[in-house]
């Protein structure tokens, strides 16, 4: 019988209660893109197989509680699988305003910061806001993403058994400071999603205001934004889709502009390894 773990959770913050173990991936993908056999967690650059597993390979154990997990995680779940499924599979979609954009904005956000907390071992420590975490567990009947950030949705044309990719970094306002923003980066089939996220506790106990990211020129025609929602449709995928080939260089960002309302450049992009699940 596994052990039971008692802690905290770090989205609804209860402390002393049970924790469960939380995928990542969700097993539900596994069905949508009819794969079989054992997934394999790799380091792309190294190629060193970090374990394999017979089911869905990423997950997180010992951080959420069995509350979140099965009730209103779960409940996400739900909701967004019949919304980007056919992307997913690479099946042509229209992202409607309304819960066609706010609950794959949050689910990706949701699962940026998840991802971000599995891999720490594997990668090193990126940036995963607590405030984030605080704020998808307040907003949990009412899900949206928090504020100030930025979701972008591109294509990729598989051509392989890719099942899923992560990137994962963070953003500086002064290269003296931690990092207070990140920026992510993962796919699930055919479907890429990048997360822009920021600390807003920090920058409003800073006195200072968000910050706003503006994609790298060279992806203009790859991506689409799902929020804010800045249009009612957005047809999915873009003129162009990335291939396993172009994923490294998409991961740099250093050419993105970061600003504040008031046209700061805010200078300072830092990454970490590139995690692929095959």
């Not at 909701?79 to 599979?89: F, N």
């Not at 992510?184 to 990048?194: E, K, M, N, Q």
């Not at 600390?199 to 200072?208: L, S, V």
């Amino acid at each position: 019988m596994a052990k039971r773990l008692i802690g905290d959770c770090i989205f609804c913050g209860l402390t002393g209660v049970e924790l469960s173990k939380e995928d990542v991936i969700p097993r539900w993908v596994r069905s949508v893109l009819k794969f079989t056999g054992p997934v394999k967690l790799t380091k792309s650059r190294t190629g060193e197989v970090i374990q394999t597993d017979e089911t869905i390979v990423l997950s997180v154990r010992g951080a959420v509680c069995r509350t979140c997990n099965n009730e209103w995680l779960s409940r996400l779940e739900t909701r967004v699988k019949p919304l980007i499924s056919d992307a997913i599979q690479g099946r042509r979609a229209a992202f409607s305003a309304g819960d066609m954009q706010t609950i794959p904005a949050t689910w990706a956000v949701k699962t940026a910061l998840l991802i971000e907390l599995a891999l720490r071992g594997a990668r090193g420590d990126g940036f995963a806001p607590t405030s984030h975490f605080r704020w998808l567990y307040d907003h949990r009947e009412d899900p949206c993403p928090p504020p100030g950030s930025q979701i972008w949705i591109s294509g990729l044309d598989m051509g392989g058994s890719l099942v899923s990719w992560s990137y994962a970094g963070g953003v500086f306002t002064d290269e003296l400071e931690p990092p207070n923003a990140y920026l992510a980066h993962f796919s699930i089939g055919c479907l890429v999603f990048t997360v822009f996220g920021q600390d807003f506790e920090f920058f409003a106990n800073a006195g200072r205001q968000l910050m706003r990211c503006t994609p790298p020129p060279r992806f203009r025609h790859h991506l689409r934004s799902i929020w804010p929602n800045f249009k009612p449709v957005r047809a999915w995928p873009g003129a162009r889709q990335f291939t396993r080939a172009d994923l490294t260089d998409f991961c740099d960002w250093r050419d993105a502009r970061f600003e504040t309302p008031s046209r700061i450049t805010v200078p300072g992009v830092w990454g970490v390894t590139i995690v692929r699940f095959e």
